[in-house]
């Protein structure tokens, strides 16, 4: 299982936590260039399969897309191969432009 985060709650946890999680961005690489969040890594939805043993099942990981569907379907997937500290951006990119970075691009 995974849970699931708002902007909000995203931005606060980030603030808080004393460790950095990794922010892995799923979305395509068209989509990262024209907007992510800062330090975060790309490694589109199709290649996790390929990427999974570059992972940290120990690890933290917040996984983000542009509406939090794909994350979603990455999280469980992660979920299902023993990483235990997943979060899922509920609303992805699109979300933490409207409600975090104002200054963010959308599309």
Same mark, same amino acid.
């Given at each position: 299982?995974?849970?699931?985060?708002?902007?909000?709650?995203?931005?606060?946890?980030?603030?808080?936590? #004393?460790?950095?999680? &990794?922010? @892995? $961005?799923?979305? +395509?690489?068209?989509?990262?260039?024209?907007? *992510?969040?800062?330090? %975060?890594?790309?490694?589109?939805?199709?290649?996790? #399969?390929?990427?999974? &043993?570059? @992972? $940290?099942?120990? +690890?933290?990981?917040?996984?983000?897309?542009? *509406?939090?569907?794909? %994350?979603?379907?990455?999280?469980?997937?992660?979920?299902?191969?023993?990483?235990?500290?997943?979060?899922?951006?509920?609303?992805?990119?699109?979300?933490?432009?409207?409600?975090?970075?104002?200054?963010?691009?959308?599309?």
């Amino acid at each position: 299982m995974f849970r699931e985060f708002s902007p909000k709650q995203l931005k606060d946890y980030l603030e808080q936590t #004393p460790v950095t999680p &990794l922010l @892995l $961005d799923v979305r +395509e690489p068209w989509e990262f260039e024209r907007c *992510h969040i800062e330090n %975060s890594k790309l490694i589109p939805m199709r290649e996790i #399969p390929g990427a999974l &043993l570059d @992972l $940290d099942p120990e +690890e933290e990981i917040v996984v983000i897309c542009h *509406h939090g569907i794909r %994350s979603r379907a990455v999280a469980s997937y992660l979920a299902q191969h023993d990483f235990t500290k997943i979060i899922n951006l509920s609303t992805g990119i699109d979300g933490w432009a409207r409600e975090v970075d104002i200054n963010m691009a959308i599309y």
